[in-house]
């Protein structure tokens, strides 16, 4: 196993040292690379694909719920940001501005989109007149720039690829039903699709989207025990309504102030993905967001009709809309083996000239490593069935993983203890400001998630009476 | 047709005041709006659901040849674009300059990518190795920026949206060879899908890329007898290579710089589509780019079963793959009718109750504005037949007004008059730059295209012995 020795050498220990395991799988796998300026990725062929297959799955939820794509201006005079007051405060460190165009000085800076409530919001205002002109529901799939100190790929950097969904109703109930929607659409995706279980529920009024009523959220347990925070679905009342004036005459006569909402989710969750289901080989992907979902590797390509046998796979597995990929290399069987572990490839057969003899193949699982012999004849629908049957272990493996690591703590020193074991802690809030700081303060961990189908007695900070039960984790 | 009338008195007449036309058309179909940042624009829903489609076109042609999807940095250093001399100077003038960022001044100041040779030519200096790494075959698609002066929705915007390919290849022939194959890819689409007539070929030195060594182009003829430049792709030798140091070890254990090309279109594709094919009521839309194929127009809907009928050959046509729309709203038929005529829908199916009892419907083609029965036994099939004859029926129309207007000129009197009649004008020209500048001086006019099909006698400025022909227009 001397080749494999190599590739596994080139990729941190994933117990030890699972922030050096993450750098090393983005770039070694071929995901990403960094950008010439700081905190910025350049999204490379295999990662794009990945988020390619993402967006195709959100973007057809969110059609058939009746949302159409619109593209809205990168550039947002500065001034838009100051008419709503949280909103500034909360993104006002973290914009790129635009000073100088066209070879002059700008007479108001330009600032580029960290997100677009602001100008979607100014255009809304323009478009909407009367009640027969509500909902109005869009979303963009877009850049937008965030100046963070400390990057990541994926995870956090300056700039990223998201889409953000930006709704106006009549009414309070309908906003609130259309954020729950998409919240719910997120959960989908990301359970049936990236195989990775999240947690749903309300934020705390401190972690909120900046301008938000309310912001709720989906947090995935990766593999370190920390939190992911991976999708939010913001309930913004009318408060961006009122700064920018999105009015509409309802049919009673009166000029009302619509309901709005926002959601989002990003290439934030690749990130999520990977340190869900990755191990010490590198990347494993759940067939459903896989870019290649087998590889076939010929043994002995060279004899008899190995080649011809393998060629044939292929077009019964395309034929059926499996993305398949046949590797003619020159490499080493050892080679390819590791180099397509090491991508994560959810399915490989192998077959070599004695197989065909014996009319077989060898099925190799990526997520389980099991080896299993599978008849030539229907092996297109073998494989099928193997990855769905992966896409469904997966999800259940990382979802009983996140319940062994998930436990109730009723004072601070076992929540100290849960969390350095990596863990989801459950604990009662009093719902105070003053505690949830606390938390932050003396276990570097947040509350994640207020439960709205647990309950607690008391406060784990003060003791008091607890209002809530909440999650709490060490986070990204 | 009082209510038609109201409907046709928003767009100003397409035969004496085109521009004006434009405009109308754009903002009134609900294509675009203007954004708040002076030249740029939002693109609404019923724009951005024409450019998904041209996206999946064109994305699966470059996918089948071979073509990866990636994303690069929307920021780049100031300094990159002073490594090629030419690709500064074109660029210069029209750079957006972020200079400020998570509240400091930056170090140095990043540019909004106007296109993206500089960084993508970065990185693939850092991937590339060997020969074996060779071909690089890569596209994005993203927003780039252009400070323009003055600006018109998708014909020039400070900010639109498009594809940029770019690849390195080891010799110069392979790098020939891709630039014409993009180029007959963007030929297929603007012809097959957009039914929009293009002419391509070699652009002058003046006209070519800044830093190109050939730029090629597709040009197509507006209704108003003016060109647009809806495509390009550029051979760009080692120009590039050798400012970015884009290098691979050779099978020869030389080291060798490698020939890259670039390649581009944009959302600049709507607005051709707009004016090959708009007429006095609005727009006219070819089916393959329509996000309304067919809009069923119940008359009487609330007598009998007519509302049945229809969402019955609703369903029928969905089933099909056709993109239909029931117009089941309270508006009036002759309100319907403006409507959907001025939003392009290429078919409208028109049925009442007396229909519903002769057993057929009423076709209208958008395009000839011509009617005609059909039975409802079979009406899918009938409507899919009348959308490829209207597919087809546009692109030849749109071919034959340009052959029409397509004439010879031997001196400057003719060029002046038929540039006037608006028309695409074929002369000789002697290759001198300074003959260029004389069309452009005197005619207002500039030479498209260089033919590769055709011979002149002599230059039509100079006299001298032609070097090449070439078609001369008015262009946007």
């Excluded at 191990?279 to 979902?293: C, K, N, S």
């Excluded at 077989?360 to 629908?381: M, Y």
Aim: net charge negative; proline share 4%; aromatic share 8%.
């Amino acid at each position: 196993m001397a080749k494999q020795q190599n590739f596994v050498e080139q990729i941190a220990d994933i117990e030890t040292n699972f922030p050096q395991w993450y750098t090393d799988v983005v770039i070694k796998t071929g995901l990403v690379d960094y950008g010439p300026v700081k905190g910025t990725m350049v999204i490379k062929p295999y990662g794009y694909a990945i988020w390619e297959i993402i967006q195709a799955e959100l973007d057809k939820r969110f059609k058939a719920t009746g949302h159409q794509n619109a593209y809205f201006p990168l550039l947002i005079p500065m001034s838009y940001f100051t008419k709503e007051a949280e909103h500034v405060e909360g993104f006002s460190p973290e914009l790129a501005v635009v000073t100088h165009a066209g070879g002059e000085e700008l007479a108001e800076p330009l600032v580029i989109r960290p997100t677009s409530e602001t100008i979607i919001g100014t255009m809304y205002s323009k478009w909407l007149q009367s009640y027969r002109d509500l909902p109005i529901l869009m979303n963009q799939w877009c850049n937008v720039m965030r100046w963070e100190k400390t990057t990541r790929p994926f995870l956090r950097t300056s700039e990223f690829l998201w889409q953000e969904g930006h709704t106006a109703h009549a009414t309070e109930e309908e906003a609130q039903e259309e954020t729950m929607r998409m919240l719910a659409i997120y959960k989908e995706v990301a359970e049936d699709c990236l195989a990775m279980p999240v947690i749903t529920g309300r934020k705390t009024d401190k972690e909120k989207f900046a301008g938000a009523e309310a912001t709720y959220g989906m947090e995935a347990m990766m593999k370190d025990g920390k939190s992911l925070q991976a999708g939010t679905s913001h309930y913004l009342g009318q408060n961006f309504a009122k700064a920018f004036d999105i009015k509409y005459l309802d049919a009673d006569g009166a000029l009302k102030y619509a309901y709005t909402t926002s959601w989002g989710v990003s290439t934030r969750l690749i990130g999520g993905i990977i340190m869900t289901h990755g191990d010490e080989r590198g990347l494993v992907l759940p067939p459903a967001v896989a870019p290649v979902q087998v590889v076939i590797v010929p043994i002995a390509a060279r004899k008899g009709n190995v080649m011809e046998v393998c060629k044939g796979i292929e077009a019964k597995l395309a034929a059926k809309g499996i993305r398949v990929k046949l590797d003619d290399t020159d490499n080493s069987t050892g080679w390819k083996f590791n180099e397509w572990e090491m991508k994560g490839v959810p399915l490989r057969i192998e077959l070599g000239p004695r197989d065909i003899e014996e009319g077989k193949a060898l099925f190799f699982r990526r997520d389980t490593l099991a080896k299993e012999p599978v008849a030539l004849e229907g092996i297109e629908d073998e494989a099928e069935a193997a990855l769905k049957t992966i896409q469904k272990d997966m999800l259940e493996a990382a979802r009983a993983r996140r319940e062994a690591r998930t436990t109730w703590a009723d004072n601070m020193e076992d929540l100290a203890k849960d969390l350095d074991a990596g863990n989801f802690v459950k604990a009662g809030w009093c719902g105070c400001r003053k505690c949830e700081d606390a938390v932050k303060e003396k276990m570097q961990a947040t509350i994640r998630i207020i439960l709205d189908d647990e309950t607690a007695d008391k406060c784990i900070v003060c003791g008091e009476k607890a209002d809530k039960a909440v999650i709490i984790a060490r986070a990204y």
